[in-house]
T-cell receptor, first 112, second 111 residues
Framework: NAGVTQTPKFQVLKTGQSMTLQCAQD?????MSWYRQDPGMGLRLIHY???????DQGEVPNGYNVSRSTTEDFPLRLLSAAPSQTSVYFC???????????FGDGTRLSIL | GEDVEQSLFLSVREGDSSVINCTYT??????LYWYKQEPGAGLQLLTY?????DMKQDQRLTVLLNKKDKHLSLRIADTQTGDSAIYFC???????????FGKGTMLLVSP
């Protein structure tokens, strides 16, 4: 019962480096999304996808890219990491409209 | 506009009831959710309520929805130390895929 799997769990980067946060789900969910969680800010939506080949921006998309080539995977790319992107990143997925979203365990990212 | 507000902190004693409150501003919300986050972990869905309901009960959890005041509450009966966590209220809208979260309420349960 894997659900939503995020890798890596922890990562430290230097400013300017690039990296991809991986997210995979095995529930055949159409909808997937990325959030970042910062102290006192709750969760803010970065990007989301309503199906393979379709992505859209959320509340805080700047500095992040996404793609959705398969239903299962929704990677999040940081092209040039900045200290302001230090955060905990959560991936989520859901099935039909308004069904609850299922969250991964998060990736804790520090940028020095 | 979309805005979900919660009080930041609640402290109770083990065995007492806890009530966590949430207000939302968008009257077109379709579903309202409660998620629990333990330290270092992801978000766990606790319960959710459709906006045409007033109340939902699930074991120790009771959700009350006051649509007139746009107020949602989560009551935890017989609160245990294992209930200590951050609780997030979230709303979604018919026809849209996204969730809007509150900033979370930290519940501390003391023995």
């Amino acid at each position: 019962n894997a659900g939503v799997t995020q890798t890596p769990k922890f990562q430290v980067l230097k400013t300017g480096q690039s990296m991809t946060l991986q997210c995979a789900q095995d529930m055949n969910h159409e909808y997937m999304s990325w959030y970042r969680q910062d102290p006192g800010m709750g969760l803010r939506l970065i990007h989301y996808s309503v199906g393979a080949g379709i992505t859209d921006q959320g509340e805080v998309p700047n500095g992040y890219n996404v793609s959705r080539s398969t239903t299962e995977d929704f990677p999040l790319r940081l092209l040039s990491a900045a200290p302001s992107q230090t955060s905990v990143y959560f991936c989520a997925s859901r099935g039909r409209e308004n069904q609850p979203q299922h969250f991964g365990d998060g990736t804790r990212l520090s940028i020095l | 506009g979309e805005d979900v507000e919660q009080s930041l902190f609640l402290s109770v004693r083990e065995g007492d009831s806890s009530v966590i409150n949430c207000t939302y501003t968008d009257s077109s919300s379709t579903y309202l959710y409660w998620y629990k986050q333990e330290p270092g972990a992801g978000l766990q869905l606790l319960t959710y309520i459709f906006s045409n309901m007033d109340m939902k009960q699930d074991q120790r959890l009771t959700v009350l929805l006051n649509k007139k005041d746009k107020h949602l509450s989560l009551r935890i009966a017989d609160t245990q130390t294992g209930d200590s966590a951050i609780y997030f209220c979230a709303e979604s809208f018919s026809g849209y895929s996204t969730l809007t979260f509150g900033k979370g309420t930290m519940l501390l349960v003391s023995p």
